[in-house]
């Protein structure tokens, strides 16, 4: 079964960096959409970011423009979010996820993995 591995979360103080990895196995279907969502308790998801595996191109949401960049490894069926110049608002339980595409709004994924915490504090 399809199944997605998130890791690196953790504590960064405000204006720091931090890198999240997702390791995929079991897609059946070839270049798959691969992205990011956060959601804090209480609000609804928020989409971050989403890369297409076959060509590279990416996709991010307007409050991590700039800040955040994703990557793949195809070779490992890892996908990366790397993100810089946190700050509390960033603070939230980081989740990948899969789809035959990537979704307009980057929210919408057919699975996804049990999230990371990720939390911004001085």
């Known amino acids: 079964q399809v199944q997605l591995v998130e890791s690196g979360g953790g504590l960064v103080q405000p204006g720091g960096s931090l890198a999240l990895s997702c390791k995929v196995s079991g897609v059946t279907w070839v270049n798959p959409g691969i992205g990011w969502f956060r959601q804090v308790q209480g609000k609804k998801r928020e989409g971050i970011s989403c890369i297409r595996t076959g060509d590279g191109t990416t996709y991010y949401g307007d409050s991590v423009k700039g800040r955040f960049t994703t990557s793949r490894d195809n070779a490992e069926n890892t996908v990366f979010l790397q993100m810089n110049n946190l700050s509390q608002e960033d603070a939230a339980v980081y989740y990948c996820?899969?789809?035959?595409?990537?979704?307009?709004?980057?929210?919408?994924?057919?699975?996804w993995g049990q999230g990371t915490q990720v939390t911004v504090s001085s």
């Open positions: 996820g899969v789809d035959f595409n990537c979704d307009y709004e980057l929210v919408q994924y057919r699975y």
